[in-house]
C-alpha cells in the first residue's frame, strides 16, 4: 500500500471519530493491522479504506456490547468460514447475546422487526422494545464522509476523495 493509497493515524481518528488508545486495543487485539511503511524507529502508520469502515462499525457495535462480545462475534465468523467483517452485516445485540441476520430481500432494512424485552437477567427495561443493529454500510460510507468534510483541519477533502473512490473502484474491479 503506498501513502496515497492509505489514511495515516491522524485522519483515521479524526474519520472513525474513535481515540488514539482504541486504534492501539485493536492493533493488540488483532482485530485492525494497520501498515507501517518508512523507517522501523518512527514508521508512517496507514489504515486502508476497508479497516476505516471496520473501525466505525466497531465502534457503532460497541456502543451497545462489551468489547469482549465483538471478538466472540469476529472468532465465530471466522472459525465458522464466512468473512468476519463487521463492516457489511447486520447485527442484532440483545443483553449481549448477539444475532447476525443475514437479509436476502433489499428492503429488510426499512421493514426490521422489534422485539419486545420481557425478561432479562437485570430486570432492568423490561417492555421495552430492543433492536441494536450495526447501521448498512452506506450508513458506515456516509459517517466517513461526513467525518471527512467537517475535519478540514486534518483531512484533506480532495486527497481524501480520490483516496476512498481509489479503494471503491479496486474492491469493484477484484469482484468482477
Known amino acids: ?37 518508512g ?19 466497531i465502534k457503532n457495535l460497541r456502543q451497545q456490547a462489551s468489547l469482549q462480545t465483538v471478538k466472540k462475534i469476529i472468532e465465530f465468523l471466522d472459525k465458522s468460514g464466512f468473512d ?6 447486520q447485527i442484532v445485540v440483545i443483553d449481549e447475546e448477539a444475532f447476525w441476520v443475514r437479509t436476502d430481500w433489499a428492503d429488510f432494512h426499512e421493514q426490521m422487526p422489534k422485539a419486545l424485552k420481557v425478561a432479562s437477567k437485570k430486570k432492568k427495561d423490561l417492555g421495552q422494545y ?15 464522509w461526513e467525518a471527512a468534510k467537517n475535519s478540514a483541519n486534518i483531512i484533506n477533502f480532495p486527497s481524501f476523495e480520490a483516496r476512498a473512490k481509489a479503494s471503491a473502484s479496486k474492491r469493484t474491479k477484484t469482484a468482477s
Open 1 to 37: 500500500m503506498s501513502l496515497i493509497e492509505g489514511f495515516t493515524r491522524q485522519e483515521t481518528l479524526a474519520l472513525t471519530g474513535t481515540t488514539s488508545n482504541r486504534l492501539q486495543y485493536l492493533e493488540r487485539a488483532n482485530l485492525i493491522i494497520p501498515e507501517r511503511v
Open 39 to 57: 523507517s522501523a524507529q518512527k514508521p508512517t502508520v496507514l489504515y486502508t479504506w476497508e479497516q476505516i469502515l471496520e473501525i466505525r462499525a
Open 84 to 89: 468476519d467483517t463487521l463492516r457489511d452485516k
Open 130 to 144: 430492543v433492536l441494536i443493529v450495526i447501521p448498512p454500510l452506506i450508513d458506515i460510507v456516509n459517517e466517513v
